[in-house]
Structure formats: structure tokens, C-alpha cells
């Protein structure tokens, strides 16, 4: 599997606490954003790294 990058924008309170949790948790901030990207559910049921075309609403 190929890594990319993402970048983010969260404000220093919510990246103190990913720093936080993953201290207390022993997992880099990587590790647990895949967790919690693992965990999120898809109405598909499809867990593919190719994205679905979304239909703008109008």
C-alpha cells in the first residue's frame, strides 16, 4: 500500500489533545486518525480507497 499525505487544519487546542491522547496512549497521532477513520461506517459498506462521486445537492 502506497502512504499519501494529509494535511489539516485544526486549532492548537484539538491538536494539543491528539497530542495528548496519543501520549496517554502510547500510538503515534497517525495511528490514532486511522482508528478512528477505521471506525467510522460507510452506507455502502465498501471500504475502498476509491472515492465515490458525491451528487451535489441543488
Given at each position: ?33 486511522e ?24
Amino acid at each position: 500500500m502506497k502512504n499519501k499525505a494529509l494535511n489539516l487544519r485544526i486549532s492548537e487546542r484539538r491538536l494539543n489533545k491528539l497530542r495528548l491522547y496519543s501520549a496517554q496512549n502510547d500510538k503515534t497521532m497517525t495511528h490514532v486518525i486511522e482508528d478512528f477513520i477505521d471506525s467510522l461506517e460507510v452506507k455502502n459498506g465498501d471500504s475502498s480507497s476509491t472515492p465515490r462521486p458525491v451528487k451535489p445537492t441543488v
